[in-house]
């Protein structure tokens, strides 16, 4: 499974971005899929995940509220809807993606074997 990361860019403070996540050499619709983001000089951060079917999503408690994580299986693409972004949301936004990583797992970046390259989000103030 290759992943490609998209749509990331300079925006100002309470913007929105919407980022996208192509799939490409094996349907993903079995898998789990998720966005984390890195900061400089910071780890790898679980940001959202949506499982197979996208009937059920998870955030990080800082973008509950104004970030929303979807799916299109017939695209074999996810997607990562921010809104009313903050500086501290500036990071580099990775998607990601596996087939067996279960409910306790998802927050987890080691659950998952397959990443795209990252795209970078700047927030201005």
């Known amino acids: 499974v290759q992943l490609q990361a998209s749509g990331g860019g300079l925006v100002q403070a309470g913007g929105s971005l919407r980022l996208s996540c192509a799939a490409s050499?094996?349907?993903?619709?079995?898998?789990?899929m998720a966005w984390f983001r890195q900061a400089p000089g910071k780890e790898r951060e679980f940001v959202a995940a949506?499982?197979?079917?996208?009937?059920?999503?998870y955030y990080l408690d800082s973008v509950k509220g104004r970030f929303t994580i979807s799916r299109d299986n017939a695209k074999n693409t996810m997607y990562l809807q921010m809104n009313s972004l903050k500086p501290e949301d500036t990071a580099v936004y990775y998607c990601?993606?596996?087939?067996?990583?279960?409910?306790?797992?998802?927050?987890?970046?080691?659950?998952?074997?397959?990443w795209g390259q990252g795209t970078l989000v700047t927030v201005s103030s």
């Open positions: 990601a993606a596996d087939n067996w990583v279960v409910l306790s797992g998802l927050r987890g970046p080691d659950n998952y074997d397959y």
């Open positions: 050499g094996r349907t993903v619709s079995s898998y789990a």
């Open positions: 949506i499982r197979r079917s996208g009937d059920t999503t």
